[in-house]
């Protein structure tokens, strides 16, 4: 598979959305959109009663934002436009009609972690690292960090932004980003299948109150995420942040 892409399949009630980028299922602004575009469709699709996000392969779940694209913005405005989309997406699935299952595989880095956060039950098999990198490029975890707060707690958003190796799988279900973690990758297919089922057979109706209730603090949420897409753009076009990227670049 070399090409990126984001399907949808509904299938008994249970709506899947997939992702795909070769380069490590980053979140470039193709990839951002699209997935705002299918959490937004299946929110108002009544065929599917549930959400379950996945990514192709099998290294890493998401390797966070494209810095790839990020080398490439020298301008304010263009840099703004790329973290709203963050924003966007995580507003897409916040608000979102539906519970949303998160299937974790592998490692997950950066902005992924929040793709994670916002989702509102994680299943993750025990490779399943995580790494928030954005202080370590310049930038800081901004655009994403009123979702990771929201999901870890204070303390532990502080410890994974300022202690930027990697955390493992258990580290990660102590703390609170995921909700169960299987040992074996062959067993995370069906957990997930089975989680997935016991939500479907609900009332479409309350789970969209329940939605509410998991994310009453939404609108604030969403001022925030706003607000600190901007400074990362800021941030991200600054004399020092160009510099480690074009020194990350050459190695």
Request: hydrophobic share 45%; proline share 1%; charged share 25%.
């Amino acid at each position: 598979m070399k090409t990126e892409k984001v399907e949808i399949v509904i299938k008994d009630g249970i709506g899947e959305i997939t992702f795909f980028n070769p380069k490590g299922n980053s979140l470039n602004s193709n990839i951002l959109s699209e997935l705002t575009i299918a959490f937004n469709s299946l929110s108002k699709n009544d065929d599917a009663k549930v959400i379950v996000l996945k990514s192709f392969g099998a290294s890493a779940f998401c390797g966070g934002a494209a810095i790839n694209e990020m080398r490439e913005i020298n301008e304010l405005s263009i840099a703004e436009k790329y973290f709203l989309n963050f924003s966007k997406l995580l507003k897409s699935m916040i608000l979102n009609n539906k519970i949303i299952v998160c299937k974790v595989q592998g490692k997950v880095v950066g902005g992924g972690i929040g793709l994670v956060s916002a989702c509102d039950f994680v299943v993750a098999d025990s490779s399943a690292s995580v790494k928030l990198s954005e202080f370590a490029i310049g930038i800081g975890p901004f655009a994403i960090s009123p979702v990771v707060e929201k999901r870890l707690g204070n303390t532990a958003f502080k410890a994974l932004t300022l202690d930027y190796d990697w955390h493992n799988a258990e580290w990660a279900l102590g703390k609170g980003l995921y909700d169960k973690v299987v040992e074996r990758t062959s067993e995370l297919e069906m957990v997930v299948a089975e989680q997935a089922l016991k939500i479907s057979v609900g009332n479409i109706e309350t789970a969209a109150e329940l939605k509410k209730i998991f994310w009453s603090d939404s609108q604030k949420i969403i001022e925030q995420m706003n607000e600190r897409s901007k400074l990362s753009a800021r941030l991200l076009i600054s004399e020092q942040t160009q510099q480690r990227l074009a020194k990350i670049f050459s190695r």
